[in-house]
């Protein structure tokens, strides 16, 4: 029998990814991506 | 084909697995210019999040770790919400669940660059060190405080929160960021202080803890693998164990690099997928299954035993 289960989640969680890039989240990310994370680093 | 023939024969696909580490170690980190400039590289792609625990402050990362990009998103949400700002971290958590359907945990066993490194430092001869099954919730903690409440819960007088994680624990930073950059960049070199001593601490103590056990940080405190683990029993990839053949010889088990019993459970949370088990059953009893079409290891396959 095929599984839908795996299928239900990929298409809702696609979903979700792409009304966060609509909602302009990539930028969000990119910027903080670009900058030194000090947190991470050791020095925040 | 004699013992020794079949012996290399079966170990062929595990050997292939750390090329393609090695291989995406390299890719999530390509743009090596940046080592010499002792700069991060700032180009447009670096919003992809990658299915990784990559560290974006390493000079060469070229992409978005995820873990880091959550607790930004949890971390900035009460400031976006008191500003009408339509911002939650969808992008991040849409990735993630999207990966873990599609595969679960696999990108632990083949992808992230961080497990690679705890499984070539464990190949470094020591006595080694089991690890109790019930470390293993102990991930759970951390994802549910350092990397969701803490940064949603504590936040300063603007309403942003902190990468707790980040700050406090992730070895991953330290490793590929925070010491390349240090002994890169003088500037940074002067800011060092309290924080930048405890994680050179903690990541000393987790080296010696990838020599003595096998991808301990992977089974007992990493928050990206608890977030695709969740999705092993229902992504598209799945494991299976045929109960008839197997003999519970425990070969497997021998050489899992996460040490779990897979006939026990095959898609268990723990289960990194990196395939190992397949390769050593020589009775063919593990396979997986990926949309539909079943495989077991090719070289039982060209032996006819399966």
Excluded at chain 2, 54 to 61: F, K, L, M, Q, V
Excluded at chain 2, 131 to 149: D, E
Excluded at chain 2, 180 to 189: F, G, M, Q, Y
Aim: proline share 5%; glycine share 10%.
């Amino acid at each position: 029998m095929r599984r839908k289960l795996p299928w239900v989640l990929l298409i809702v969680f696609l979903g979700i990814m792409v009304a966060g890039l609509l909602l302009g989240e990539y930028k969000t990310v990119l910027e903080k991506a670009v900058t030194v994370c000090l947190d991470c680093i050791g020095i925040g | 084909m004699d013992a020794k023939d079949k012996t290399n024969a079966v170990r062929k696909p595990r050997e292939k697995r750390a090329w393609y580490q090695a291989a995406f170690a390299l890719g999530l980190n390509a743009w090596l210019p940046a080592w010499f400039k002792g700069e991060i590289f700032q180009g447009g792609v670096k919003g992809v999040c990658v299915p990784a625990l990559n560290c974006y402050s390493c000079p060469s990362a070229l992409g978005a770790c995820p873990i880091g990009a959550l607790q930004n998103s949890f971390g900035g949400l009460r400031f976006n919400l008191s500003v009408a700002e339509k911002k939650f971290g969808l992008y991040v958590a849409g990735f993630l669940g999207a990966v873990g359907s599609v595969v679960g945990r696999m990108p632990c066993g083949w992808i992230c660059p961080f497990g690679f490194i705890q499984e070539l430092l464990h190949k470094i001869p020591t006595p080694k060190v089991r690890l109790p099954h019930f470390m293993s919730y102990f991930r759970y903690v951390v994802l549910a405080t350092m990397v969701v409440a803490l940064p949603l819960l504590i936040v300063d007088q603007f309403g942003f929160g902190q990468t707790w994680f980040c700050k406090w624990i992730c070895p991953a930073g330290t490793l590929e960021a925070g010491i390349p950059l240090v002994i890169l960049n003088a500037d940074l070199r002067g800011l060092i202080g309290f924080m930048y001593y405890w994680k050179i601490g903690l990541l000393v103590l987790f080296v010696g803890w990838f020599i003595l056990s096998r991808r301990p940080f992977c089974r007992t405190v990493c928050p990206l693998g608890a977030i695709f683990g969740l999705f092993n029993k229902g992504s598209l990839f799945r494991m299976a164990v045929d109960d008839e053949k197997c003999t519970l010889c425990d070969k497997c088990y021998e050489d899992c690099p996460v040490e779990i019993k897979i006939y026990e459970s095959p898609n268990t949370p723990d289960c990194v997928r990196c395939l190992k088990c397949v390769s050593s059953c020589k009775f063919g009893a593990i396979s997986y299954e990926f949309l539909g079409k079943r495989e077991v290891a090719q070289d039982l396959r060209l032996e006819g035993k399966t």
